[in-house]
C-alpha cells in the first residue's frame, strides 16, 4: 500500500493497516474523466478533537437529552469508546472513556430497553463478543450483557427483523456469517438465525428494500472470489429469504442507502477497497437493483456516506480517503452518477470513517461532517458554510 500519511501516524500506523487489510483494502491508482465544472467550496475545517487510540467508526446521537447533538467513536486501539458530548455551538467537551471488549470495531445504537434513552450495542472483533451498554439519564452507561459470537463480528445493525416492536440486532462476522439476536425489550437478546454466506463481510445495513413492512439487509462483501453486496429480504419473522448477489467493484467495504433519483426507491452506495472506486446501484423498488454504476474518488477510499449537501435535493456523497488523507465531496446529477472533480479537504492522518452532524437535534440547518481519523487517533468537526459556528446565547452579567 502506498505510504503517504505523515510521519507522526508511525507508531499507530500498523493497527490501521491491520484493520484495513482485514477487509482486504489495497488500493491502485485510478482516474476519472473530468468535466468542465467548480465544485462549490460548502465546508471548512472547525476543530478537532482528540479519541481513543484509532478509532474506526463515528456516530451521532443525543446521549444526554440537552437538544445538542452528542459523538461517539468505537476505537480499536485501545479498546475503549469514546463519547463527546455536544454544548450546540460546533464545540462539544472532552470525550469521556468507556472500555469495552477487544478490538471494538462498530456499533448500533438504539433503545435495547425502552426506557427512552439510547443504549450502544458493539461489535468487539477482537475478543469476539457483542457488547450492550445501557443509556442512563445523564449520557453515562451502565454495563450491559455480552455475547460471544464466532467470529469476529466487524459490523452490526439494529432494527426491529421480527415485529415485535423490540429493538433486535444482526451482526457481520468475518467468517463468512450473520447472526441475528432477537430482543426481548429489556436490554437482553436471545439468538436467533445463522447464516453462512458471502465472502468476508465488512459491513451490514438494514432498511425496506421491497416495501413490504418487513425490514431487509445489505452487506457487502470484500472477499477476493466475491467483491458483491448482498441483499437478504426479510420474512418479517426474524429470518431472512436466500440472498441476492450484486458485482461491485474490487474489494467492497461499506454499504448505505440513499435515493439518488429521487424516485423514492432505496438505491445502494457502496465504497470499494480497490482501484479508488465506489458504486451506486438504482433501486426498483422490489428489493431488486439495476447494474452499478461506478464512479471515482480520491486515493484509497475507505468510508462513505449520501446526503444533500448543496440544496437541490439531489443526494450528494462524502467520502473518507484514508490514503491522500482527506475527504471528497462529489456532488450528485440525479441518476446516481456524480459531477467532476470532487471537492477534496484535507483531513487529519488516516480517516477512517464520516458521518452528517447537525449541532442541534430539534432545528433545522445545514449538515456538517465529521471524520474518525484512525492514524492521528482524532475526530475532525467539519461544518457547512451555509451554518457556521453557532455562539451560544450570552449570560447577562451581573449588575
Known amino acids: ?107 448500533a445504537l438504539n433503545d435495547f430497553n425502552g426506557d427512552g434513552y439510547v443504549d450502544v450495542a458493539v461489535a468487539c472483533s477482537g475478543s469476539d463478543q457483542i457488547a450492550i451498554f445501557l443509556g442512563l439519564a445523564n449520557g453515562t452507561f451502565g454495563v450491559g450483557p455480552r455475547y460471544t459470537i464466532h467470529r469476529a463480528p466487524v459490523s452490526i445493525v439494529s432494527g426491529d427483523f421480527n415485529g415485535d416492536q423490540k429493538p433486535d440486532l444482526i451482526a457481520a462476522l468475518r467468517n463468512d456469517k450473520l447472526k441475528v439476536f432477537l430482543g426481548n425489550g429489556d436490554g437482553s437478546f436471545v439468538e436467533g438465525p445463522l447464516y453462512e454466506y458471502g465472502d468476508t463481510p465488512t459491513s451490514i445495513a438494514a432498511a425496506d428494500l421491497n416495501r413490504d413492512g418487513n425490514l431487509d439487509v445489505a452487506v457487502s462483501n470484500g472477499g477476493p472470489m466475491s467483491s458483491a453486496v448482498s441483499i437478504w429480504l426479510g420474512n418479517g419473522n426474524g429470518t431472512f429469504r436466500e440472498p ?41 423498488g422490489n428489493g431488486t437493483f439495476q447494474g452499478g454504476k461506478e464512479s471515482g474518488a480520491d486515493a484509497g477510499p475507505v468510508y462513505g456516506l449520501a446526503r444533500d449537501f448543496d440544496g437541490d435535493r439531489f443526494p450528494d456523497v462524502a467520502i473518507v480517503n484514508i490514503q491522500s488523507n482527506d475527504l471528497s465531496i462529489l456532488y450528485g446529477r440525479g441518476d446516481g452518477t456524480f459531477r467532476y472533480p470532487p471537492m477534496n479537504y484535507r483531513t487529519k492522518g488516516g480517516p477512517f470513517a464520516v458521518a452528517t452532524l447537525t449541532l442541534r437535534t430539534n432545528e433545522t440547518e445545514e449538515p456538517g461532517l465529521v471524520t474518525a481519523n484512525n492514524g492521528a487517533g482524532s475526530i475532525s468537526i467539519f461544518l457547512h458554510r451555509g451554518l457556521k459556528s453557532i455562539a451560544p446565547p450570552r449570560v447577562p452579567s451581573a449588575s
Open 1 to 107: 500500500m502506498q505510504q503517504t500519511a505523515p510521519a507522526r501516524m508511525a507508531s499507530v500506523r500498523g493497527i490501521a493497516l491491520r484493520v484495513l487489510l482485514a477487509v482486504g483494502v489495497v488500493t491502485v491508482g485510478g482516474c476519472t474523466q473530468k468535466d468542465a465544472y467548480v465544485p462549490p467550496d460548502l465546508f471548512y475545517l472547525f476543530t478537532s478533537y482528540a479519541v481513543g487510540k484509532n478509532p474506526t467508526s463515528v456516530t451521532t446521537a443525543d446521549f444526554n437529552q440537552d437538544g445538542f447533538t452528542d459523538l461517539i467513536t468505537t476505537n480499536i486501539g485501545n479498546n475503549s469508546l469514546s463519547v463527546l458530548f455536544g454544548i450546540g455551538d460546533g464545540t462539544f467537551r472532552e470525550p469521556v472513556t468507556l472500555n469495552v471488549g477487544k478490538e471494538p470495531r462498530a456499533l
Open 244 to 284: 441476492t448477489d450484486y458485482r461491485t467493484g474490487k474489494r467492497p467495504l461499506v454499504v448505505s442507502f440513499a435515493d439518488f433519483n429521487n424516485d423514492r426507491m432505496a438505491d445502494l452506495l457502496v465504497i470499494n477497497g480497490e482501484m479508488d472506486t465506489f458504486t451506486t446501484f438504482l433501486g426498483n
